[in-house]
């Protein structure tokens, strides 16, 4: 099992910037995939990067250029590095760990970009 907890988000003016982290419980190089998730009020949950276990990211094409995907193998954390950040950014973000064939996911923290 892994246990997830995210933090970092908050309110912010649009062309802002937010960095949000994911604690796993334990190396998270023993977890094959690690991702953020997003979903925003009425709308479906929605995969915004993910990095494997080799260190290979990718991102949504809404996000690319503005968001990146890091790790710190020490802390077993990965964070999400948000810039330039837009309404459209505004919802709940998800970290995800798949560890397969189970995923596990943290409890959510919400981002809010004001216009």
């Known amino acids: 099992q892994v246990q997830l907890v995210e933090s970092g988000g908050g309110l912010v003016q649009t062309g802002g910037s937010l960095r949000l982290s994911c604690a796993a419980s334990?190396?998270?190089?023993?977890?094959?995939?690690m991702s953020w998730y997003r979903q925003a009020p009425g709308k479906q949950r929605e995969l915004v990067a993910f990095i494997t276990s080799g260190g290979s990211t990718n991102y949504a094409d809404s996000v690319k250029g503005r968001f990146t995907m890091s790790r710190d193998k020490a802390k077993n954390t990965v964070s999400l590095q948000m810039n330039s950040l837009k309404p459209d950014d505004t919802a709940i973000y998800y970290c995800?760990?798949?560890?397969?064939?189970?995923?596990?996911w943290g409890q959510g923290t919400q981002v809010t970009v004001s216009s």
């Open positions: 995800n760990a798949r560890v397969l064939p189970h995923d596990y």
């Open positions: 334990r190396s998270i190089f023993s977890i094959n995939v």
